[in-house]
């Protein structure tokens, strides 16, 4: 009978909890259609006519290192590829397929070139594999959900043996868990109708995963997909529930709580544009400033944001991406102590912006100026020990004028004449309680 260990489940995600934000990588052979990762099941691309994908993909600048760099510098602690998308193209040299990039002209392993780059410039490495599979024979095809040939009549009737796929899936998991050195994150990808929890054989997946990555956290795939939360967050949660919740193309309005109303570990996984994988004509890129906004709307109500990269045919991170990236490095270099190790404020969302905390530091995300002192509301003047602004060090005085003395149960601060805000996208104070 299996025992959810709330101990060793805290101890487990902690590194998790502080490092607030990830890239995630969507990578493959649908970057050479570039209509993004689904495009097979879009337009009902038979194997056949993908074949020419495979046949030309060829990243002659894949550079990891550089991507792993380009992660560093925005303040991200950890990234996750792409293993194997739905696709069933492999990205790694799995034993137990033709069907992967070694056997591409790319002829490389790049999972492992990918886990090495990234371990080297310091973050955490994880993996995302798919357990849906439209390129095994043996998943199932016509009447799935999704399939390319969910709806093609030569496919009806054909028999499938969804164990000696299971075998497969179960076999490359093994292989990725044993080949590829130590995995802080192995991201599934993901149950819906029948096909969740021990359709999979779960259990048995789990139990080989931590008795070979001991350390690794999970998400809660194996049993829901980005729209649910699964028995994570239930009185007596599966063996296989994963270690955080993955809200999708979401921010979660009020955090998620478990039954217990405790705080859960979650993550939400975000695009830049509205495609995963590269997609040549979604220029709907968000602003960067959005982004921040809600990276660090995620950390306030105590998440993380895993940001996606979906890098073309050669192997490049795209350009609108790259310029993101380096607008949210410039803000995290000077602000990102009020994104790490923080998390839940304790206090309502001021009016003025948002509030992360990290032990006795409050952190005010000042994203609106004010007419004449700020307030920052939630805490007491006989709480603050000092005010700082956070990406200079700079002391900002607590206020004293005639104007707030009608509000004595809010701090006013003051950061000089000039009503524009030193930062425009979010200036952060730092408040040290005493
Ligand atoms: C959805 C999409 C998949 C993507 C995943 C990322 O499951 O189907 O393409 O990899 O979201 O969370």
Not at 17 to 29: A, L, N, S
Not at 326 to 345: E, F, R, T
Not at 355 to 380: C, F, M, Q, S, W
Not at 419 to 425: M, N
């Amino acid at each position: 009978m299996f025992t959810f260990d709330r101990e060793a489940y805290k101890k487990r995600v902690e590194w998790f909890q502080h490092d607030r934000f990830g890239m995630f990588i969507h990578w493959g052979i649908y970057a050479v259609p570039a209509r993004g990762e689904w495009v097979r099941s879009q337009e009902r691309i038979s194997v056949e006519d993908y074949q020419p994908y495979f046949d030309e993909f060829n990243p002659t600048d894949y550079n990891p290192r550089q991507w792993a760099r380009l992660a560093k510098e925005a303040g991200m602690k950890y990234a996750v590829l792409t293993a194997k998308h739905h696709d069933g193209f492999c990205l790694f040299d799995s034993k137990l397929t033709d069907y992967k990039a070694t056997n591409t002209p790319a002829g490389r392993d790049l999972v492992r070139e990918f886990l090495e780059a990234f371990r080297a410039e310091g973050l955490k490495v994880g993996l995302y594999y798919s357990v849906i599979d439209w390129h095994h024979p043996d998943f199932p095809h016509y009447g799935d959900r999704q399939h390319p040939e969910r709806d093609n009549p030569a496919f009806k009737g054909v028999q499938h043996d969804f164990d000696r796929y299971l075998e497969y899936m179960h076999g490359q998991v093994r292989e990725l868990c044993t080949n590829y050195g130590k995995l802080d994150i192995m991201w599934f990808d993901f149950s819906y109708d029948d096909m969740t929890g021990e359709k999979w054989r779960a259990t048995e997946l789990v139990r080989m995963i931590r008795g070979l990555q001991p350390d690794v956290i999970m998400d809660n795939r194996l049993e829901v997909s980005g729209s649910g939360f699964g028995s994570l967050l239930t009185q007596n949660p599966t063996e296989f529930c994963g270690d955080f919740v993955s809200p999708e193309q979401i921010i979660p309005p009020k955090g998620i709580f478990d039954e217990m109303g405790e705080p859960a570990v979650w993550e939400a996984c975000i695009t830049m544009n509205n495609n995963w994988g590269y997609h040549l004509t979604d220029k709907a890129f968000k602003p960067a400033s959005l982004i921040l906004h809600k990276l660090v709307e995620c950390v306030s109500k105590g998440g993380n944001m895993l940001l996606n990269v979906g890098p073309d045919a050669h192997g490049c991170i795209p350009r609108e991406s790259v310029e993101i990236l380096l607008q949210i490095a410039a803000w995290m270099h000077k602000n990102g102590a009020s994104i790490h190790g923080c998390g839940y404020a304790g206090i309502p969302k001021p009016e003025n912006g948002r509030v992360t905390r990290k032990g006795n530091k409050l952190y005010y995300h000042i994203y609106e100026a004010a007419i004449g002192d700020i307030p920052l509301e939630g805490v007491r003047r006989d709480e603050v020990e000092k005010v700082r602004l956070l990406s200079t060090g700079a002391e900002v005085p607590i206020s004293n004028s005639w104007m707030t003395q009608n509000y004595p149960e809010t701090v006013f601060v003051t950061l000089g004449p000039s009503p524009i805000l030193p930062d425009p996208v979010d200036t952060v104070l730092e408040v040290t309680l005493k």
